[in-house]
């Protein structure tokens, strides 16, 4: 039976920057990485974002052979027995190992009705799919006005494509921005020639129509859903692990009463002193940042994940950054230098101490918005010019 010093279960960007935490304290154990795609690992934000503006799709390969990984692309993890230190494959494949961290990422969520013809845009393979239809005229119906929704409408429309984009919300990124910024970037896709369906939830999907509950049809050439995942956690709860929307770990990563299992990336809910509590976070840098703390703390670091997670998007000419507890049912306390297009939203608690900040098309301050939270002092707008500059 092969055995690894460090045994890793999921192939993406978590379990790659796992490896380099790894790497930094041991340079020579043992790293076995099981991922149920047959691609290695890549940054997974270029698919909603750079791939669409021309960049090479070559840029976003991480390198993790380098490191001296054997990988099992294509290798689906089943099993887990703890006692033994052993992992399952989907062939009957068994491995083992002394340290094992679980990367499993989510899968994304589907629609009433929705597996044939719908594209659930998460991976590689689905950007190459989607690519390859997108073009002039093409009639393409986004599901979902979130994080991906949003960013994969834009692309497409940049990319020649006729779309629509439906969602349940008042507006997109409803879930996000203030109420007032949400309605303002309905009617900045409309001038990007977007048709923006709100309020309309989608309960079916057959032969390239969408169909919503109010009895609305929409046709088109293909369809893409972006409605956020579902964390994979079936291995940890099959074992016994501890699970609330997510595997539960320390600030260390561990797992409740395993000195040897460790969980990180999206599928961890992992303890946030600064805002009390624990999170579960899918964005890049918790990806990148967790997944190396983690991985160090497997390989002896000890030390505890104190990082306050930031997530960026691009939506046409719009962007903008964000950290920490960025909720539209938040409070807000606003400095705008222009109106919906350059400004900071702080979103603040019953006692007016920053939760959240979103920094819009405000570059460079991620930093600067993190000691406001960690301050824990009440915000006004005037707290929120320095972001401006």
Same mark, same amino acid.
């Given at each position: 039976m092969p055995a690894y010093r460090y045994l890793i279960v999921g192939g993406g960007m978590t379990g790659d920057s796992a490896c380099r935490g790894i790497r930094e304290h041991d340079a020579s154990g043992t790293i076995g990485m099981f991922g149920a795609e047959v691609h290695e690992p890549y940054a997974r934000p270029p698919l909603t974002k750079a791939l669409w503006k021309g960049k090479e799709e070559s840029s976003i390969w991480r390198g993790t052979s380098d490191l001296d990984v054997e990988l099992h692309s294509g290798v689906r993890i089943v099993g887990l027995d703890l006692d033994a230190r052993t992992v399952t494959e989907e062939t009957g494949g068994q491995h083992s190992y002394e340290k094992l961290l679980? &990367?499993?990422?989510?899968? $994304?969520?589907?629609? $009433?009705?929705?597996?044939?013809?719908?594209?659930?845009?998460?991976?590689?393979? +689905?950007?190459?799919?989607l690519h390859g239809l997108?073009? +002039?005229?093409? %009639?393409?119906?986004?599901?979902?006005? !979130?994080?991906?929704?949003?960013?994969?409408?834009?692309?497409?429309?940049?990319?020649?494509?006729?779309?629509?984009?439906?969602? $349940?919300?008042?507006?997109?990124?409803?879930?996000?921005?203030?109420?007032?910024?949400? =309605?303002?970037?309905?009617g900045y896709y409309r001038e990007k020639g977007v048709t923006v369906v709100a309020e309309e939830l989608v309960e079916g999907v057959s032969d390239g129509s969408v169909s919503t509950r109010s009895g609305t049809t929409l046709e088109g050439d293909a369809i893409v859903a972006g409605l956020g995942i579902v964390p994979n956690t079936e291995l940890a709860e099959a074992a016994g692990l501890g699970v609330d929307d997510g595997i539960l770990v320390d600030a260390y990563g561990r797992v409740a009463g395993r000195e040897d299992v460790f969980a990180a990336g999206d599928v961890a809910r992992f303890p946030v002193a600064a805002l009390g509590g624990s999170?579960?976070?899918? #964005?890049?840098? #918790?990806?990148?940042? #967790? !997944?190396?703390?983690?991985g160090a703390n497997m390989a002896g670091a000890e030390a505890p994940y104190d990082h306050l997670p930031f997530f960026y998007s691009d939506l046409f000419e719009l962007g903008y950054e964000a950290v920490g507890d960025v909720d539209?049912?938040?409070?807000?306390?606003?400095?705008? &230098?222009? $109106?919906? %297009?350059?400004?900071?939203? =702080?979103?603040? +608690?019953?006692? !007016?101490? =920053? %939760?959240?900040?979103?920094?819009?098309?405000?570059?460079?301050?991620?930093? &600067? =918005?993190?000691?406001?939270?960690? &301050?824990g002092a009440v915000v006004s707008a005037e707290d929120l010019r320095p972001l401006l500059d």
């Open positions: 679980l &990367a499993t990422g989510g899968t $994304p969520r589907r629609l $009433p009705g929705g597996e044939d013809g719908v594209i659930y845009f998460r991976t590689l393979d +689905d950007y190459r799919r997108a073009g +002039d005229g093409v %009639r393409v119906t986004v599901v979902g006005g !979130g994080f991906i929704g949003s960013e994969i409408a834009a692309a497409l429309s940049m990319n020649g494509c006729d779309v629509t984009i439906v969602f $349940p919300d008042a507006g997109i990124g409803a879930k996000l921005f203030p109420a007032e910024l949400s =309605a303002f970037v309905n999170r579960r976070v899918e #964005h890049e840098d #918790h990806a990148n940042t #967790h !997944g190396n703390a983690v539209s049912r938040l409070a807000t306390v606003e400095e705008w &230098a222009e $109106p919906n %297009r350059k400004g900071v939203v =702080a979103y603040v +608690d019953g006692d !007016g101490k =920053a %939760r959240g900040l979103l920094l819009w098309d405000a570059w460079g301050k991620v930093d &600067a =918005a993190r000691e406001l939270i960690r &301050a």
